[in-house]
């Protein structure tokens, strides 16, 4: 399963709304996408499994909704520290896959 | 607090064999609730799923990979490993290790700070 995300950049201000999206070649239920987030020089982090339970210690500003082949993260209101690259990751089907990522970058 | 921390070589010369080892502290291979796995990503590229390891050596793989991968566990030592053959510059990439969530939710939820690896003569 490809996983496509868009945009690629998303460059947006403190307190705005980011939205995230992540398309699936084919249907993903909804309990086998997850969101990670990764900062320059880290591995990625565990934000949301489940397309929408945010993992332990994720703020509520992040959200996640979907289902079948759209998929979307959205950062309620964007802070400094959230400044990062966001992947998406289905395991529905073997291989695992994971999305090209989509960077936020603060202004 | 559970870690995982990669080790092994930084720089491989083509056509010769990389290995890496993972060693989990704060925990322990033997509860059997967790995959093993192993993840690389190049250089501005999204992760790429490489395989993971069950402690009773069950094994899945990525087929991208096709016989060059081995995955090994040991459980007494805490640490699970990874052999690549034959690498070329393709696999020059940071690596990871990684735990699965869980044995039937095949994300990661523990990861590695990750190695640099260079394929180059």
């Known amino acids: 399963i490809v996983l496509t995300q868009s945009p690629d950049t998303l460059s947006l201000s403190p307190g705005e709304r980011a939205t995230l999206s992540c398309r699936a070649s084919?249907?993903?239920?909804?309990?086998?996408l997850v969101w990670y987030q990764q900062k320059p020089g880290q591995p990625p982090r565990l934000l949301m499994s489940e397309a929408s339970n945010r993992a332990a210690g994720i703020p509520d500003r992040f959200s996640g909704l979907g289902s079948e082949t759209e998929f979307t993260l959205t950062i309620a209101r964007l802070e400094p520290e959230d400044s990062a690259v966001y992947y998406c990751?289905?395991?529905?089907?073997?291989?695992?896959?994971f999305g090209q990522g989509t960077k936020v970058e603060i202004k | 607090q559970v870690q995982l921390h990669e080790s092994g070589p930084g720089l491989v010369r083509p056509s010769e064999t990389l290995s890496l080892t993972c060693s989990l502290s704060g925990g322990s291979i033997n509860s059997g609730s967790h995959y093993w796995g192993w993840v690389r990503q190049h250089s501005g590229k999204g992760p790429e799923w490489i395989g993971y390891i069950h402690r009773t050596g069950s094994t899945y793989y990525n087929p991208f990979l096709g016989s060059r991968i081995t995955l090994s566990v040991d459980n007494s030592k805490s640490e699970f490993s990874l052999r690549l053959t034959s690498v070329t510059a393709a696999d020059t990439a940071v690596y990871f290790c990684a735990r699965t969530f869980s044995t039937s939710y095949y994300f990661f939820d523990l990861w590695g700070q990750g190695t640099r690896v260079t394929v180059s003569s």
């Open positions: 990751q289905q395991f529905r089907v073997s291989p695992l896959t």
């Open positions: 084919q249907a993903v239920d909804n309990s086998h």
